[in-house]
């Protein structure tokens, strides 16, 4: 339990508040006992100044007179005034029946000056006495002593109060800490309680916005980024094992077929080797598909670490248009370039590039009849580049124009020729790590435009 954040923030603030309180109470109970203490002091000095004029006045016996009077007022036990002669005997005094035996002691007599201050404890009384002793003019001693009962009682009503006052602050500032850390930690509760759900496989419950502070409400808002980035992954992922078990069942169920065709034929050696071409054959292209599968998800999960370089896109292109040259003569197609006079660099991947214009270069020639045209342009505008790839194919229909990009999709008019439906998944997200982004252009009868913007080197 005390390795709670919230019950150690409790303890923590609890102890801070009770030693602050104790430093401003011992600091004002300071103050106060010196006050009192100055005060005694002023009013005994006060009332010695006012024997002594009484003594001048009215000599011994009014003096006598006054020390039982003054004494009565005030109350004979909280207070005592005597006269005494140089030899020390008790020349005049008030009633001392509450204070035997005041000794005078050296401490008690001044010796430099006028008076002297002491602070005796006398036998019979529990608090200390301040005596104020004073050397008359005659050399007599004037006495005049004061319980400190008065100011005790002060201090210790103080004492009391405090005493209360700081439980009370220990107990309530204590309960307030606690209540303020535990709705402090709240939000970091419902994030665990929401990490525990992912966990048991919840990927549906975001955590809820609320007021809770704004460090937790960013958690909570990462999290829920996080949750959702999460969810989207495991969705893709079951995609994607759809996709690879629907899609490679179709090879594999070819390869078999025609292994048990030839296998329950009456076959020669020629029709065993034309089955073992063609095993060959879509082994390879089985084996291409799953190498683009896992390279799709190794780019796209950010595992693929792509070592970027200065890449010279108009170079990249001419040796592009170099390689398709033979293809594109075969069936008929005029390879249109149309390239920027000046240099034009990007950071990239040069054979992430390649791969990228194949895939969209091979699709061209695919679709492209005989006779048609593929024209590919290159555009530096500010800080981006317009890489297009077109042809006057059969275009694309607008409602497959969403989907093209998806793994495994091709579309209707293809279903017939040969392809995986992976190759436009690999130039997005080629593109995607590259910073920058693809769109088609087609009206779905004539011809298709590619067009791919990354950034480019200024
Ligand atoms: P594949 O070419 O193997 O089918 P892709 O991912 O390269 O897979 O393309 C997906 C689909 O996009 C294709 O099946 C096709 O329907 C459509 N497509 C791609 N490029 C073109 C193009 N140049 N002209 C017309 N349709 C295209």
Redesign the pocket.
């Known amino acids: 339990m005390f390795r709670t954040v919230c019950l150690r923030l409790t303890l923590w603030y609890t102890l801070l508040f009770g030693l602050l309180s104790l430093g401003a109470f011992l600091l004002v109970y300071v103050h106060i006992a010196n006050g009192l203490g100055r005060h005694t002091d002023d009013q005994l000095r006060a009332t010695a100044r006012e024997f002594i004029q009484t003594r001048k006045e009215r000599g011994l016996a009014g003096l006598q007179n006054e020390f039982i009077l003054e004494a009565a007022a005030t109350g004979k036990e909280r207070i005592f005034f005597r006269l005494l002669d140089q030899k020390g005997r008790q020349l005049a005094a008030s009633d001392l029946s509450s204070w035997p035996n005041i000794a005078v002691t050296a401490s008690l007599v001044p010796t430099d000056t006028d008076d002297r201050f002491s602070r005796i404890q006398l036998p019979g009384h529990r608090l200390p006495v301040r005596v104020l002793t004073t050397r008359l003019e005659d050399g007599s001693l004037l006495q005049t002593g004061l319980s400190l009962q008065e100011n005790d009682q002060v201090l210790e009503l103080y004492r009391e109060t405090f005493s209360t006052a700081f439980l009370l602050i220990i107990s309530l500032g204590g309960i307030g800490v606690y209540f303020i850390a535990r709705r402090a930690m709240g939000g970091v509760k419902e994030v665990t309680e929401a990490a525990g759900r992912i966990a048991a496989g919840d990927l549906e419950q975001p955590i809820s916005r609320g007021n809770r502070g704004e460090e937790i409400e960013n958690l909570a808002a990462m999290f829920n980024i996080m949750q959702k980035r999460v969810a989207d992954l495991i969705d893709e992922l079951k995609a994607v094992v759809n996709n690879i078990a629907h899609d490679l069942r179709m090879p594999i169920t070819r390869i078999r077929g025609v292994a048990e065709i030839t296998l329950t034929r009456d076959s020669d050696l020629s029709q065993y080797r034309e089955m073992a071409v063609t095993v060959i054959e879509e082994s390879d292209q089985l084996v291409g598909q799953i190498n683009t599968i896992l390279e799709l998800a190794e780019i796209d999960a950010g595992l693929k670490v792509m070592t970027l370089e200065k890449v010279n896109l108009i170079r990249l292109i001419q040796m592009a248009a170099e390689l398709y040259q033979p293809v594109t003569e075969d069936k008929g197609i005029i390879l249109n370039l149309q390239l920027p006079g000046e240099s034009c660099f990007i950071n990239g991947n040069l054979s992430a590039l390649q791969r990228l214009l194949a ?1 969209l270069l091979d ?2 020639v ?2 492209t009849p005989t006779d048609g045209m593929i024209s590919l342009k290159l555009v530096v505008e500010n800080e981006h580049v317009l890489l297009s790839v077109a ?1 006057n ?4 229909p607008p409602e ?1 124009q969403k989907r ?1 990009f998806d793994r495994f ?3 209707d ?2 279903r017939s020729s040969l ?7 690999l130039v997005k997200s080629i593109v995607r790590a590259h910073d920058g982004t693809i769109t088609v252009k087609s009206d779905g009868n004539n011809g ?1 435009t590619f067009l791919i913007k990354l950034p480019v080197i200024i």
């Open positions: 895939n699709n061209a695919k679709f042809d194919g059969p275009g694309i497959e093209i999709y091709r579309g008019a293809s392809g995986s439906g992976l190759g436009l998944a298709s």
